[in-house]
T-cell receptor
Framework: GENVEQHPSTLSVQEGDSAVIKCTYS??????FPWYKQELGKGPQLIID?????GEKKDQRIAVTLNKTAKHFSLHITETQPEDSAVYFC????????????FGSGTRLQVQP | DAGVIQSPRHEVTEMGQEVTLRCKPI?????LFWYRQTMMRGLELLIY????????DSGMPEDRFSAKMPNASFSTLKIQPSEPRDSAVYFC???????????????FGEGSRLTVL
């Protein structure tokens, strides 16, 4: 099955700085890489995703990059704001016939005002 | 739409008791997932259904856990008997079949926090 590793486990930045979270995956068959944000007391919510046929995708202050050769993908948040403070999870599906995602261990991002 | 609805939000029970967690997926979604979240193990997939049929239950810890989906709008996760190590937040999520073989967006409920004393 798929194995997803995520780093760092915690990240503290100053408001306005950039934050980068990295994930590696094991199954070369994975072709879809979403990022979820979980706020306190809530369920995870999709914030951005990327398919394997592109190397980068942006949505306002967030972007995801994918390197299929190295089997890693990253989340980039620019101009961080206090409301970006949350736990972020990367995920991958592994075998594309399997509809369930395997999640990384999560990164707790703290944006200091 | 109200989103994925889970109940109860919080459950405190004693070891050995039966626990039933409930989930109402988003109308029209054909996939339903049960995940468990703990500090030690993160988000773990327990089981998922497609069109009410269990597809992969390899993540179910042991025979004490069972899940059913009697219709498209309701699913239960049952633990009997419960043990302290079952304490976790249990999430239900649903999704709609996307094109090709790519997994669609998961919509999570707010979770059921279970504490087994």
């Amino acid at each position: 099955g798929e194995n997803v590793e995520q780093h760092p486990s915690t990240l503290s930045v100053q408001e306005g700085d950039s934050a980068v979270i990295k994930c590696t995956y094991s199954d070369s068959a994975s072709n879809y890489f979403p990022w979820y944000k979980q706020e306190l007391g809530k369920g995870p919510q999709l914030i951005i995703d990327i398919r394997s046929n592109v190397g980068e995708k942006k949505d306002q202050r967030i972007a995801v990059t994918l390197n299929k050769t190295a089997k890693h993908f990253s989340l980039h948040i620019t101009e961080t704001q206090p409301e970006d403070s949350a736990v972020y999870f990367c995920a991958a599906p592994g075998d594309t016939g399997r509809r369930a995602l395997t999640f990384g261990s999560g990164t707790r991002l703290q944006v200091q005002p | 739409d109200a989103g994925v609805i889970q109940s109860p939000r919080h459950e405190v029970t004693e070891m050995g008791q039966e626990v039933t967690l409930r989930c109402k997926p988003i109308s029209g979604h054909d996939y339903l997932f049960w995940y468990r979240q703990t500090m030690m193990r993160g988000l773990e997939l327990l089981i998922y259904f497609n069109n009410n049929v269990p597809i992969d239950d390899s993540g179910m810890p042991e025979d004490r856990f069972s899940a059913k989906m009697p219709n498209a709008s309701f699913s239960t996760l049952k633990i009997q008997p419960s043990e302290p190590r079952d304490s976790a937040v249990y999430f239900c999520a649903s999704s709609f079949r996307s094109s090709g073989r790519v997994t669609g967006e998961l919509f999570f409920g707010e979770g059921s926090r279970l504490t087994v004393l």
